[in-house]
Nanobody
Framework: QVQLVESGGGLVQAGGSLRLSCVAS????????MGWFRQAPGQEREFVGF????????SYADSAKGRFTISRDNAKNTVYLQMNSLKPEDTAVYYC???????????????????WGQGTQVTVSS
């Protein structure tokens, strides 16, 4: 069983940057593709981005393209979300999760993921 802990959130002004970390314990993170999601108050959890097990392949929601970058260091059992040019609409709790899908995977559906972390709050002021 994998346990995930996110960190790195905080309060930042619009246009600023943050780097979120997701540290895993219990099993090697290299076994899994990983996703980042976010959830704003009163809204559903939404896909932010995905990174493959090796880190070679990534994909992003349209809202994140060109501003956010996902990377991973399997030796450190850690996945990162670098967020640049932040906007007030990026304010949310950010979660990492393990992709548990092995066939016909969409990768953007929250239902494909498990072992969610507790989340880290990101607040972007205007």
């Amino acid at each position: 069983q994998v346990q995930l802990v996110e960190s790195g959130g905080g309060l930042v002004q619009a246009g600023g940057s943050l780097r979120l970390s997701c540290v895993a314990s219990g099993r090697p993170l290299s076994t899994y593709g990983m996703g980042w999601f976010r959830q704003a108050p009163g809204q559903e959890r939404e896909f932010v981005g995905f990174i493959s097990r090796s880190g070679v392949s990534t994909s992003y929601a349209d809202s994140a393209k060109g501003r956010f970058t996902i990377s991973r260091d399997n030796a450190k059992n850690t996945v990162y979300l670098q967020m640049n040019s932040l906007k007030p609409e990026d304010t949310a709790v950010y979660y990492c999760a393990v992709n548990l899908c092995y066939m016909y995977c969409n990768r953007t559906y929250a239902a494909e993921y498990g072992n969610w972390g507790q989340g880290t709050q990101v607040t972007v002021s205007s």
